[in-house]
C-alpha cells in the first residue's frame, strides 16, 4: 500500500520520524508522498524534500498551497523548480488549487496561482497533487480548460491526483474523465461523511488512491489523535468493505496506480 499525500516533514513529527517512517512499514506501507507546504521564501519546501531524500521509498512535491497562494511569484517558482531539479524524489507538483473555505489568499490571486502552477507542471511534465475546498465547480472548470490544451498520448503520466477527495460523486467523474485519479484520506471513514461514501462508489479500482493527508484527519478507531501514515491501512481496509473487495485488492490496486502515474519503481511489502 502507499500513502498517496502526507506531510511527515511538519514539526509534530520532529521528536518521531524515524519510528513513524518504520511504524509505516511495518504496517505494509511500502511508499509515501510527503506533499510539501508553507512559506516559498523559507526554507519549508527545502526541508520537504529533505526528508524524502533521507527515507527510502519517500517521496515529495513541491507547490504553493491555495492559502499561501499571495506568496507565489517569479522567485517562489524558480525556488521550486530548482528544488525539483536537486533531487529524483521529486515526483510532482502540489498541493496546487482553491480553498474558498478559509479564503487565506483573496479568490482570484489563488485562481490566477492555481493556473500559472499548472502550467509550471506540464511543462516540466509532472503531474499536480489538487486541493480543493468549498471550490468544486471552479476547481473542475480549471483543470477541464488548463488540461485540454495538452493532448494525453499514450504513455504520458496522468495528470494527477484530486486529493482529500470531498466532493459529489458528478465531481469525481469529471475529475477522472479528465484522466485524474481520485484519493481518499481518513474522513471517508467517518460517520456523518454518506456523501463521501457515495462519491467513493463511483470511482473504479483503477483510479483510486489512498493517503492520510497526516498530522490531521485521522481514519476511525484512531480519531483525535495525531494522524500518521500507518493509519492508511484503516481507510484502504474501509474502502475494501465499502467494494465488498479483499483487502490485498484495494491495496495492490492503489500501489499499482502509484507506480503508474509517477513511473516509479516501489517494491510492495504485503
Ligand atoms: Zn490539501
Ligand atoms: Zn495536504
Known amino acids: 500500500m502507499i500513502d498517496s499525500h502526507c506531510h511527515i516533514d511538519g514539526e509534530q513529527f520532529d521528536a518521531d520520524r524515524d519510528a513513524v517512517v518504520e511504524r509505516a512499514r511495518g504496517a505494509g506501507v511500502a511508499a509515501m508522498l510527503n506533499v510539501g507546504t508553507g512559506d516559498p521564501r523559507t526554507d519549508d519546501f527545502r526541508r520537504a524534500v529533505a526528508v524524502a531524500e533521507k527515507y527510502e521509498n519517500v517521496f515529495a512535491s513541491v507547490g504553493v498551497h491555495p492559502h499561501d497562494a499571495k506568496l507565489y511569484d517569479y522567485?517562489?517558482?524558480?525556488?521550486?523548480?530548482?528544488?525539483?531539479?536537486?533531487?529524483?524524489?521529486?515526483?510532482?507538483?502540489?498541493?496546487?488549487?482553491?480553498?474558498?473555505?478559509?479564503?487565506?489568499?483573496?479568490?482570484?490571486?489563488?485562481?490566477?496561482?492555481?493556473?500559472?502552477?499548472?502550467?509550471?507542471?506540464?511543462?516540466?511534465?509532472?503531474?499536480i497533487i489538487v486541493h480543493s475546498r468549498d471550490a468544486d465547480d471552479e476547481t473542475v472548470e480549471i483543470l477541464?480548460?488548463?488540461?485540454?490544451?495538452?493532448?494525453?498520448?499514450?504513455?504520458?503520466?496522468?495528470?494527477?491526483?484530486?486529493?482529500?477527495?470531498?466532493?459529489?460523486?458528478?465531481?469525481?467523474?469529471?475529475?477522472?474523465?479528465?484522466?485524474?485519479?481520485?484519493?481518499?484520506?481518513?474522513?471517508?471513514?467517518?460517520?456523518?461523511?454518506?456523501?463521501?461514501?457515495?462519491?467513493?462508489?463511483?470511482?473504479?479500482?483503477?483510479?483510486?488512491?489512498?493517503?492520510?493527508?497526516?498530522?490531521?484527519?485521522?481514519?476511525v478507531p484512531f480519531r483525535g489523535k495525531r494522524n500518521e501514515p500507518s493509519f492508511v491501512v484503516h481507510t484502504a481496509r474501509f474502502l475494501a468493505d465499502l467494494y465488498e473487495l479483499p483487502f490485498q485488492t484495494i491495496a495492490e490496486g492503489t500501489t499499482s496506480n502509484f507506480k503508474r502515474l509517477f513511473g516509479v519503481d516501489v517494491q510492495a511489502t504485503i
Not at 498541493?95 to 507542471?121: K, M, N, W
Not at 465531481?171 to 463521501?196: C, H, Q, Y
Open 75 to 127: 522567485q517562489a517558482e524558480g525556488h521550486l523548480i530548482g528544488l525539483i531539479r536537486s533531487s529524483e524524489k521529486v515526483i510532482a507538483w502540489g498541493e496546487i488549487g482553491l480553498d474558498f473555505y478559509y479564503d487565506h489568499s483573496p479568490r482570484d490571486v489563488q485562481i490566477e496561482v492555481f493556473r500559472r502552477q499548472i502550467r509550471t507542471a506540464q511543462e516540466l511534465s509532472l503531474p
Open 144 to 219: 477541464r480548460e488548463e488540461y485540454s490544451r495538452v493532448h494525453a498520448d499514450e504513455g504520458v503520466r496522468g495528470p494527477g491526483i484530486m486529493h482529500c477527495f470531498g466532493g459529489s460523486s458528478r465531481m469525481a467523474e469529471d475529475l477522472m474523465a479528465l484522466g485524474f485519479f481520485i484519493s481518499f484520506a481518513g474522513n471517508v471513514t467517518f460517520k456523518k461523511a454518506e456523501n463521501l461514501r457515495e462519491a467513493a462508489r463511483v470511482v473504479p479500482l483503477e483510479k483510486l488512491l489512498v493517503e492520510t493527508d497526516c498530522p490531521f484527519l485521522t481514519p
